[in-house]
């Protein structure tokens, strides 16, 4: 049978999401002749567009349903509606990612094993290994087409990249390139070379750095087995009275209430909107939402350990000149406690258009303190901190009943606080940060406190046992067969590495057992 | 712009002799506010132009880029000038007023060192009225396309083919 499909086909695989891991997930299973229905709660746009305008974008794509905050985190006073700055569209975040497409280190699957017991964290080794990841890794840097694997050239470095790179050398930093990206520097797989055109925040529009957008999500369609429902927003997921899931109702673009029945259902919602799709369904059967025996669905929110550096200098940068990441610094990533915190950190460039600089350099500070910063935008360089840190049980996304979406079902509060070890953590990666535009004889830097959330992880994490979380080392959820998680809340442990590439590749691996158990007759 | 155009008609001089100077560089005459320095007069609506004139030298205060003129920061507040807005601008330029008349000055916008208007704004700072200005300045001044070009931002550059050939790796001083 052929897309699209009927709401009562109960033979389709039911995906929640488009994103790194719905849209991969979706494509992959479509390759391999499964029927897939891929609800996506947001609208379809492509390279053609999007709008290269930091607030204009940010109003077109962004997830700005409400959601609520609370914890020490300084996002819950900043942008106390606005915990993430994620996607809702057709291909999910893939449409605003900077492309940083780096594997995990080896000891990063081993966190509890490595770190020993950290006082309040609660951490837990991945159920799987380096070994086991190689080649799901390669086929994603095959996917995506990041740079430096496989034979494909490094991008050139931007005036931002040169400046980072210069300070990095004078500190003695070896590891630092421009990056292993998800951003063409050759024509690559009917996708163009990068113009360095900026605004990889807000949509390529030259389709130079990868998205599910355009590239899975229509491969998929293309073979006839994959349905993409847009303006699709998924209220609940139904079982049987075996605990077998059986379909999903959702509110479609007109708001009327649909359901679809499955054989399969995959959550692929990012960390907020899988664990409260969990939450909401819950049951008289499942009281405390699906696939939470273990009581750890929503629990563990990592988030990274991020904060930015800028820096002024005396002649000018021009830094929104090229791609919006243009390089990394490694050298840091490594494990080591005598830094003083277990775990590693990456730095990596970053640019903020004048507006969005306005927003996030100091959130709420005014005067000449703050003014004279952005005075000397034309002249300032920056880079981002990509950290692990701490899964923490009370670091969680809970359902708030006394707030209500616009279909009337309660909406997340996300709770965070640092650990400890994040803390110094990033106090180490700002003096580090500091250092390398010193070094090359900056003015006056920023330490510049964490946006909101872009990677959002671990809220449905993966584990050996049962008991300690939400889904084995499938994505397949240790209490209901056929249900599955696809995205980043599946992660055990969040290593410093930017996330995409990771998810891409489970993605991939769970399209993998997915098509195979399913050929066995075992699910 | 229409904050280019003289109200009503009247020239420039015209209005200078109708209104009544504030503060250092405004001139406030019935229903229009009118910059001597700059050489260019808003209508108020629904404010008053004093509480008007305040209002722009606050956002100046709040965010003070030395090189941008005025009349962005009126065209960032201009949005405040609506019936619906009008009632709380104006008891928030009172309280701001009070403030500064307790602090021995006889109205913020006749307060002439920056340093004592901050204090007058610090003493705000925590309200509602203040945060609701700065908040607006946030997209209201920085997100205006004609300001980008005093802090040397470009944009968007697609339509130019990005900078693949236009310099993003033109640094020559490392």
């Given at each position: 049978m052929?897309?699209p499909?009927?709401?009562?086909d109960d ?5 929640i ?5 719905g849209?991969?997930?979706a494509n992959?299973?479509a390759q ?10 947001g609208g ?24 609520t905050?609370?914890?020490d985190w ?11 700055w ?19 280190q ?8 490595t770190?020993g017991d ?9 159920p799987?290994?380096?070994a ?23 991008l050139p470095?931007?005036n931002?990249?040169?400046?980072f ?21 050759a ?18 529009k030259w ?5 599910a957008a355009?590239?899975d ?9 994959l ?44 960390s ?15 009281p ?9 669905v929503?629990?563990n929110y ?8 800028y ?6 940068v ?6 919006t990441?243009a390089?990394i610094?490694q050298?840091e990533?490594?494990?080591?406690p ?6 590693g950190?990456?730095?990596e ?22 003014t004279?910063?952005?005075d000397?935008?034309?002249?300032m ?5 990509v950290g692990?840190d ?19 079902l ?31 004889g ?6 510049t ?5 872009t ?7 993966m584990?050996?046992?049962p ?16 249900l ?27 399209a ?5 158990e399913?050929g066995?007759?075992?699910? | ?10 020239t ?20 229009f ?9 808003m209508?108020?609506?629904a ?6 004139a305040?209002l722009?030298?606050?956002?100046r ?11 962005y ?19 928030g ?40 200005i ?18 040397g ?9 990005g900078?693949?050939?236009r310099?993003f790796?033109?640094?020559?001083w490392?």
């Amino acid at each position: 049978m052929a897309a699209p499909f009927d709401l009562n086909d109960d033979s389709v695989v039911v995906i929640i999401g488009t994103g790194a891991g719905g849209g991969v997930l979706a494509n992959e299973l479509a390759q391999k002749g499964v029927s897939v229905v891929a609800l996506e709660a947001g609208g379809r746009y492509l390279p053609e567009d999007y709008i290269n305008d930091e607030w204009e974008s940010f109003g077109q794509l962004a997830w700005l349903d409400p959601r609520t905050t609370s914890g020490d985190w300084r996002v819950a006073k900043d942008f106390s509606g606005l915990p993430a700055w994620i996607v809702k569209a057709v291909g999910g975040t893939t449409v605003h990612w900077a492309g940083a497409s780096i594997r995990f280190q080896e000891h990063e699957w081993k966190a509890k094993t490595t770190y020993g017991d950290v006082a309040g964290a609660n951490l837990l080794d991945w159920p799987i290994d380096a070994a086991e990841m190689a080649p799901w890794y390669e086929k994603a840097e095959t996917k995506l087409g990041v740079t430096r694997t496989g034979g494909r050239a490094g991008l050139p470095g931007s005036n931002n990249y040169k400046v980072f790179e210069a300070g990095a050398r004078a500190l003695g930093y070896k590891e630092v390139h421009t990056g292993r990206m998800a951003i063409n520097s050759a024509d690559y797989d009917d996708r163009m070379a990068c113009q360095q055109t900026g605004f990889c925040f807000q949509g390529c529009k030259w389709g130079a750095k990868w998205s599910a957008a355009y590239t899975d999500i229509p491969r998929g369609e293309a073979t006839g087995n994959l349905e993409v429902r847009e303006r699709a927003h998924v209220a609940r997921i139904l079982h049987d009275a075996s605990g077998k899931v059986t379909g999903v109702e959702y509110f479609d673009k007109d708001g009327t209430l649909q359901m679809q029945k499955a054989r399969i259902v995959c959550v692929a919602g990012n960390s907020f909107e899988s664990p409260r799709l969990l939450l909401n369904s819950a049951s008289s059967m499942f009281p405390d939402g699906l696939a939470n025996s273990s009581g750890q669905v929503g629990r563990n929110y990592m988030r990274h350990t991020t904060g930015s550096v800028y820096a002024v200098f005396d002649k000018p940068v021009r830094m929104w000149r090229g791609t919006t990441m243009a390089g990394i610094v490694q050298d840091e990533a490594r494990h080591d406690p005598s830094r003083g915190f277990v775990g590693g950190y990456e730095l990596e460039t970053l640019s903020l258009g004048l507006p969005f600089m306005a927003a996030f350099l100091d959130p709420g500070a005014w005067g000449r303190e703050f003014t004279s910063a952005l005075d000397g935008y034309e002249n300032m360089a920056g880079m981002w901190i990509v950290g692990e840190d701490m899964p923490q049980e009370t670091n969680r996304v809970t359902l708030n009943h006394e707030v209500k979406d616009q279909y009337g079902l309660p909406v997340v509060d996300v709770h965070f606080d640092d650990h400890p070890n994040d803390v110094a953590m990033r106090n180490h990666a700002y003096r580090q940060g500091v250092a390398i535009y010193e070094a090359v004889g900056a003015t006056r830097t920023f330490p510049t406190p964490p946006y909101p959330s872009t990677h959002n992880l671990g809220t449905n994490r993966m584990s050996e046992n049962p008991r300690d979380g939400v889904v084995n080392k499938w994505g397949q959820a240790h209490d209901i067969a056929n249900l599955f998680v696809s995205d980043g809340s599946q992660f055990t442990t969040g290593a410093a590495e930017n996330p995409t590439l990771t998810i891409v590749a489970l993605a991939i691996r769970q399209a993998d057992h997915i098509a195979r158990e399913m050929g066995k007759g075992a699910l | 712009m229409s904050q280019h155009q003289s109200p009503r008609g009247l020239t420039r001089r015209e209005l200078l002799k109708s209104g009544v100077a504030a503060g250092a560089a405004f001139v406030v005459g019935s229903g229009f506010v009118l910059h001597s320095r700059e050489a260019w007069a808003m209508e108020t609506k629904a404010l008053a132009p004093a509480t008007m004139a305040t209002l722009i030298q606050m956002a100046r205060d709040i965010y003070p880029h030395d090189r941008v003129p005025d009349q962005y920061y009126a065209i960032a507040v201009k949005g405040y000038d609506t019936s619906e807005a009008a009632p709380a601008i104006e008891a928030g330029v009172a309280a701001l007023d009070a403030a500064a008349q307790g602090m021995g000055h006889a109205s913020y916008l006749a307060t002439p060192w920056e340093r004592d208007r901050v204090d007058i704004l610090r003493s705000m700072e925590g309200g509602p009225f203040f945060q609701t200005i700065r908040g607006g300045l946030v997209t209201g001044l920085y997100n205006n396309k004609e300001v980008w070009p005093i802090f040397g931002y470009e944009g968007e550059s697609y339509s130019e083919g990005g900078y693949i050939n236009r310099g993003f790796d033109d640094i020559s001083w490392l």
